[in-house]
């Protein structure tokens, strides 16, 4: 039987953590609890992070907006900072898992099961967000980059819990999006994946550009290359299509039951030319 | 709506839904007998080996255990089998795919059980194993047909008991009860007399639930749990390791015609991959060699089929019994060959397809009503079709549009050999209620509803004043399986002979009744049943139904009529085996479906943006259940087209649940428009045919086909997936490119 | 543990293990077998029951969670023994036919139109895209769920 603790404060879980080693953290559960009755370990006790207000907080200044961990999916969704400027990660949230899924599931969830497939780390890599982490003794930040250090593995050490995501705001008239590419159109791990952000001058000319692509690798994804090709160019077709074949042989996907590695380099490719219909 | 008289025709509210929308429905999976026990069963690690010891001693001793079997325990023939008896219940020496059973445990709590369950050892010698039905076969591009898993929402679920006189009674979700009890019986040497099969609602079946799933586990742990009730229910990962599937096919067409465009010759193989156990296979099999030519007159035809054994799970029934198998590969051959003769398609298919007279590719005459012209040329007059290409020359950037269509027909009923029988029951209570005493399983198509509007037509009662009886073999009569297109056809028209013995007696009686009352004799004539009551109709006197009842005994409150379905006596002048495996039917319900869709060029994600089906399934009783047959069959088939693959490598099985094993949900399935072509049915109670698999045949060819004018090439095996349809559509622009 | 919740409106202790699901809480220790479970990993939706209004997935929650919230289940829904709009449209529209999916697409539903009372025909089948069902191919499902918006906004 696991033993579940509901602290109130972030006091309480360090106090609980460390009388209970070898527990685990649990936030909204859709990856924990799918993966132990899957592989059928237990670990002797769950910290549950549902109850510390905290983590559960969303502030913003005029630069970056804060996201406690506990955020759920459902809540960043009615978020208007993130719907209005954030707009690649609302697009992620709003094609994560289902309803119920996105009610329960968090960022902090999201982030830490660092799976290739994760719906919230390109739009996180493009916007270049950091990860606040902390344990009893200790306080650190780290961008996402650094975050995630392979498939499903982060810089966490035992005893540190991930408690915000800082977002430095997007300069207005940036324009960000994700494009998912799954098996289905709801409840849809991806199969391939793409979080842009990009600003324009006055003449349709890239300015900046940041792309980054899921399920393409084993982790997410970057092509400084490919983001230098179209800076200073305007998105036609053709320089999209161009772009498209240095992504193609840039990412480094796999094959899985979901796709084939030559599915996922064609595809990561393509999604490209969807910003030639963008505004 | 509940105050009206039920009358065939109308849109009577479904019984069921009352209690399914509360909760209160209590399914098999939902019976939870005080003091149960839990059993499961123990899983070969090997597709085929031999079973060298199974050391059950540690499971034996875990506390909390209360048993743990093998076929030792088992005193019957320890097979099962619906035609061919195969299947042994717990595998004595040899294990043939991974689904396969080795032993059971009963214990206090899952938890317990799935630990006993991991401490049974087993020594095994591992055998050659075959998977590849027929790898010889794969030249030329067949059309290949992977296997799909029902994936019905209740798993596979039971309880069993043994009552104070040692009767077995079970309660499970199965689509055959009456034949359960005598595979049991059979099985593990129980008389038949001695079980009884209770069926409540299904939590869906689609020919999954057609014969033993957990009912003879039940059966055996009921005999050794020291007078416990005992439980078992399918974990999802359970359900698609040891349940059936549908068959996979490799299917190889040459289709010719002449100038004119006049079918003239078929030559086709159709070869199933059965799995471990026939289960159904043999007549999966002759369902779609009867089905291979599609609606046609083509006049020379050979159609060979093989069904072959293999190390893969096992393949049973599943709704369209190989119908949708055949139909995929002969409605795109026709598309091919109406492309390169150069005609339309659906004139193709309006020059070449049967009305009543004919005889079909696989020498069936069609001597019942035959709607498939009526359906097409409704599909050719509709916008959709008349339209297509400038829909599809609209569409957005980076999307290409296809329309494609597919003409289908289906066999109702069991065929010319296994009696097509239903023997149905209706009382009338000393309340004056009426009780109808349905033999056959609902399994969610709303067959047990229908009967329900039948015998509320005929003896002109409301929904308030009727119960069922679901099959139950204590109190139902035997009538046969759920499936084959047949619960309502056959059923229902036992059920009409009850329903008007039944009237006709309560008149009698009643008019013996009001002659006491007026002291002059009355008529049976001048009554009519109103809800509740007989009314003399001159005077608008009223008695009640209770009171009629009084003039009657139990025997006389009862009627029950047995109804056999009229068969095709036509011999096939070759494969005389065919006939005991159900060719040929007599009656079939015909369609076609015309589909419109959309695919992403960046991604080959396809979206259904239209679809329309037009069946002739005979008259139809209530409009809302025929439409839910329609869509549920429709959505069925698109999910088999567009997502679901049951990938097998090995023998095991990679798409084990529903992370993996895709669905379609709600986003994927487009509002479908069912457009009825009500052709009267001479055989068919109140003119109606069959309407529950007829539904499942076109959605894949009919995307397929529009698919094919969209990649401009074809892709030859299911289910067309985003990353193949990806793949053709570069394929061809390379090909533009050169 | 003991755990203290209001289940269906009625206030309600119960000594469970805390590391039970809610599903098996439910089911077996509250007798209320209306919510399902079809996949217990949260494919499908059978399952869901309201916790503080919202759909959850009672597969992938854990008994001691519920401590101190409110619950509702397919049971509870109904009121005084008038059915929910919700549930009522199910029966109208023909939304029903196993029926095994109908509880959670009905609580899916009933979340869906608290978060959104004028929802489209899109934003409906967005609404219960956690939910499978294998039989009704979800087009009633959606004419109900339609039909009820508009009665729950007093339009006939
Ligand atoms: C049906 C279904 C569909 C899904 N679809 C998608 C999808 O489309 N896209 C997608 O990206 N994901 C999907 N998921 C996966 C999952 O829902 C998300 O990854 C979700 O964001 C996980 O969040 P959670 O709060 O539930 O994490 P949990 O399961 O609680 O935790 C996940 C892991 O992170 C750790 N953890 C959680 N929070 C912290 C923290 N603050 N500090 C340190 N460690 C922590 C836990 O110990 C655990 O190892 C799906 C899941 C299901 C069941
Ligand atoms: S049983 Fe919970 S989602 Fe399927
Ligand atoms: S009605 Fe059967 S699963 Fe939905």
Not at chain 2, 91 to 120: F, P
Not at chain 2, 477 to 486: D, H, K, T
Not at chain 3, 37 to 53: H, N, P, Q
Not at chain 3, 73 to 81: F, M, N, S, V
Request: glycine share 10%; proline share 5%; net charge negative.
């Amino acid at each position: 039987m696991m033993e579940i603790f509901f602290p109130d404060s972030l006091d309480e879980l360090w106090a609980i953590m460390s009388a209970n080693p070898g527990g685990a953290v649990m936030a909204g559960g859709t990856d924990l609890l799918v993966r132990i009755r899957k592989t059928g370990r237990k670990p002797p006790a769950l910290f549950c992070l549902e109850r510390i207000d905290e983590l559960k907080q969303i502030r913003e200044n005029e630069k970056v907006i804060f996201i406690g961990a506990y955020v759920t999916h459902q809540r960043l969704l009615e978020n208007l900072t993130v719907q209005k400027r954030l707009r690649a990660l609302w697009d992620a949230v709003s094609v994560l898992g289902s309803p119920p899924v996105r009610h329960s599931g968090t960022i902090g969830g999201n982030l830490c099961t660092a799976s290739p497939a994760g719906d919230t780390l390109p739009p996180l890599y493009v916007f270049g967000a950091e990860v606040d982490i902390r344990s009893k003794s200790n306080k650190r930040s780290v961008s996402v980059a650094e975050f995630i250090t392979g498939p499903g593995r982060t810089s966490l050490h035992s005893g540190e819990i991930v408690t915000r995501v800082s977002i430095p705001l997007p300069a207005p008239g940036t324009i960000s999006r994700y494009y998912k590419a799954g098996k289905r159109k709801a409840m849809a791990i991806t199969v391939a994946s793409m979080a842009v952000q990009a600003k324009k001058d006055e003449n349709g000319i890239i300015e900046l550009i940041k792309l980054a692509w899921g399920s393409a690798g084993a982790t997410v994804v970057t092509l400084p290359e490919a983001e230098e090709f179209l800076r200073g160019h305007t998105l036609s077709e053709e320089r999209l299509r161009q772009a498209g074949k240095l992504v193609s042989a840039g990412v480094t996907p796999i094959d899985d039951i979901r796709g084939s590695a030559a599915y996922r380099r064609m595809v990561a490719g393509n999604l490209l030319l969807r910003l030639a219909h963008e505004n | 709506m509940l105050r009206e008289p039920l009358t065939v025709g109308m849109n009577a509210p479904r019984a069921d839904a009352f209690t399914k929308v509360t909760g209160k429905e209590q399914y098999a999976a939902d019976y939870y007998p005080p003091n149960l026990l839990w059993c499961g069963v123990k899983r070969p690690s090997y597709a085929h080996a031999l079973i060298r010891s199974i050391d059950i001693s540690r499971a034996k001793e875990m506390p909390g255990v209360a048993a743990v079997l093998t076929h030792k325990d088992i005193s019957g023939s320890n097979r099962l089998g619906i035609l061919e008896k195969d299947q042994p219940v717990l595998a004595e020496d040899t294990v043939r795919h991974y689904g396969d059973s080795i032993a059971l445990v009963l214990a206090e709590s899952r938890y317990t059980l799935q630990q006993a369950l991991e401490l049974i050892s087993v020594e095994y010698e591992p055998l050659p194993a075959v998977f590849d039905p027929e790898a010889a076969m794969l030249e030329d591009a067949p059309v290949l047909h992977p296997g799909r898993k029902h994936a019905f929402l209740e798993t596979e679920a039971g309880v069993a008991w043994l009552e104070d006189d040692g009767a077995l009674v079970i309660v499970a979700s199965t689509q055959t009860p009456f034949r359960d009890r005598t595979e049991i019986s059979h099985a593990l040497g129980i008389p038949s007399c001695r079980i009884r099969v209770i069926a409540p609602y299904l939590g869906g079946g689609f020919g999954g639930k057609d014969g033993i799933t957990v009912q003879a586990f039940l059966a055996l742990a009921a005999q050794h749990s020291g007078g416990r009730p005992v439980k078992m229910w399918y974990s999802r990962e359970e359900s698609f390791l040891a349940g059936t599937k549908r068959h996979p096919a490799i299917l190889k067409y040459s289709l010719g015609c002449d100038q004119e465009g006049i079918l003239h010759a078929l030559d086709c193989r159709i070869v199933m991959d059965t799995g471990a156990y026939a289960s159904l296979g043999c007549e999966v099999l002759a369902l779609a060699m009867e089905h291979a030519g599609g609606p046609y007159r083509i006049p020379h035809a050979s159609i060979e089929g093989i069904a072959v054994y293999t190390n893969n799970p096992v393949a049973g029934a599943f709704r369209g019994f190989g119908a949708p198998q055949a139909h995929a590969a002969i409605e795109q051959v026709i598309d091919e060959l109406a492309r390169i003769a150069g005609f339309d398609p659906l004139e193709f298919r309006l020059k070449n397809a049967v009305s009543r007279g004919d005889t079909t590719p696989s020498g069936v005459t069609l001597t019942q009503s035959t709607g498939i012209l009526a359906c097409l040329e409704t599909a050719r007059d509709s916008a959709a079709w008349r339209e297509r290409e400038r829909w599809e020359s609209l569409a957005p950037p980076f999307k290409k549009r296809g329309t494609g269509i597919a003409a289908i027909n289906h066999g109702i009923g069991y065929g010319p050999v296994i009696p097509d029988n239903a023997n149905a029951k209706i009382e009338l209570t000393g309340e004056g209620r009426l009780i109808i005493y349905a033999g056959v399983s609902d399994m969610g198509q709303g067959n047990a509803a229908t009967y329900l509007q039948i015998a509320g037509d005929i003896l002109s009662q409301t929904l308030d004043n009727m119960e069922l009886v679901l099959p139950d073999t204590a109190q139902t009569l035997p009538s046969g399986s759920s499936s084959a297109s047949r619960t309502t056809f056959t059923f229902g028209n036992a059920l009409i002979g009850a329903a008007q013995a039944l009237r006709k007696r309560i008149l009698e009686r009643a008019s013996l009744l009001f002659t006491y009352q007026f002291f002059e004799h009355v008529r049976a004539e001048d009554l009519g049943l109103v809800p509740g009551h007989v009314r003399h109709i001159p005077t608008g006197r009223e008695i009640h139904l209770s009171f009629v009842s009084t003039t009657m005994d139990q025997s006389e409150r009862t009627a029950a009529n047995s109804y056999t379905c009229p068969v095709n006596r036509q011999k096939p002048p070759t494969g005389g085996s065919l006939r005991i495996h159900g060719y040929p039917h007599r009656v079939y319900s015909f369609g076609v479906n015309l589909v419109r869709l959309e695919a992403d060029i960046l991604t080959g994600e396809v979206t259904v943006c239209d679809f329309i089906a037009f069946t002739d399934a005979g008259r139809i009783i209530n409009p809302e259940l025929f439409d839910q047959q329609v869509h549920g069959g429709i959505a069925q088939g698109l999910g088999y087209t567009l997502f679901e693959d049951f990938l097998v490598s090995e023998g095991r099985i990679l798409t084990g649940d529903f992370g993996a094993y895709i669905l379609p949900t709600a986003l994927d399935i487009p509002d479908i428009q069912s457009i009825a072509i009500p052709l009267q049915e001479e055989d068919g109670p109140y003119g109606m045919k069959g309407v529950g698999e007829i539904t499942i045949n076109g959605a894949f060819p009919a995307v397929a086909n529009a698919l094919a004018r969209v990649c401009k090439t074809r892709i030859s095996s299911g289910p067309l997936t985003a990353e193949k349809v990806l793949a053709a559509i570069s394929r061809n622009e390379v090909g533009k490119n050169r | 543990m003991k755990i203290n919740f209001l289940l269906n409106g009625k206030e309600t202790e119960i000594e469970i293990e805390p590391d039970r699901r809610v599903i098996d809480l439910l089911r077996e220790e509250c007798g209320l077998t209306g919510s399902k479970e079809c996949c217990g990993a949260g494919e499908c939706g059978a399952c869901t029951i309201l916790v503080d209004g919202e759909s959850r997935l009672s597969c992938l929650m854990l008994a001691a969670q519920l401590e101190g919230r409110e619950v509702i289940t397919i049971e509870g829904l109904a009121k005084d023994g008038c059915f929910h709009v919700v549930q009522q449209a199910f029966v109208d529209y023909g939304a029903v036919q196993c029926g095994f999916c109908t509880p959670g697409m009905i609580l899916a539903a009933v979340d869906l139109l608290r978060r959104n009372p004028t929802p489209s025909r899109e934003q409906i089948r967005e609404g219960i895209s956690g939910n499978i069902c294998r039989c009704t191919g979800y087009q009633k499902i959606v004419d109900a769920v339609y039909f009820a918006s508009l009665a729950l906004q007093g339009v006939n």
